[in-house]
């Protein structure tokens, strides 16, 4: 019903940027907040992030606050992460995912989009 697609992920140098961009094919109304979660090369899921599609409220993981913001446009049914200065830990595989509640369960995935960060 819900479908996600993200895209913007690349090879990027450390200290680059990256924005990451997720287009979902909903009602602006249907969702409740959005989250970005990645995964790292043999790794589990990490949550990285999330925003309240009502007010604009985010939230983000200590490993990449200060460093990374997570913003949407709710006229274009589009979620953003902009990522900078951008560390080798960051290589992974970033997932968007809706939520129906700020923080709360996710209930449906995009497929992901690979970010490399490499020297």
């Known amino acids: 019903e819900v479908q996600l697609v993200e895209s913007g992920g690349g090879l990027v140098q450390p200290g680059g940027s990256l924005r990451l961009s997720c287009a979902a094919s909903?009602?602006?109304?249907?969702?409740?907040?959005m989250n970005w979660v990645r995964q790292a090369p043999g790794k589990g899921l990490d949550w990285v992030s999330c925003?309240?599609?009502?007010?604009?409220?985010?939230a983000y993981a200590d490993p990449v606050k200060g460093r990374f913001t997570v913003s949407r446009d709710n006229t274009k049914n589009t979620l953003y992460l902009q990522m900078n200065d951008l560390k080798l830990e960051d290589t992974a595989v970033y997932f968007c995912a809706k939520a129906i509640s700020y923080l709360g369960p996710m209930n449906s995935w995009g497929k992901g989009t690979l970010v490399t960060v490499s020297s």
């Open positions: 925003v309240d599609n009502s007010s604009g409220t985010t």
């Open positions: 909903v009602f602006t109304e249907s969702i409740y907040a």
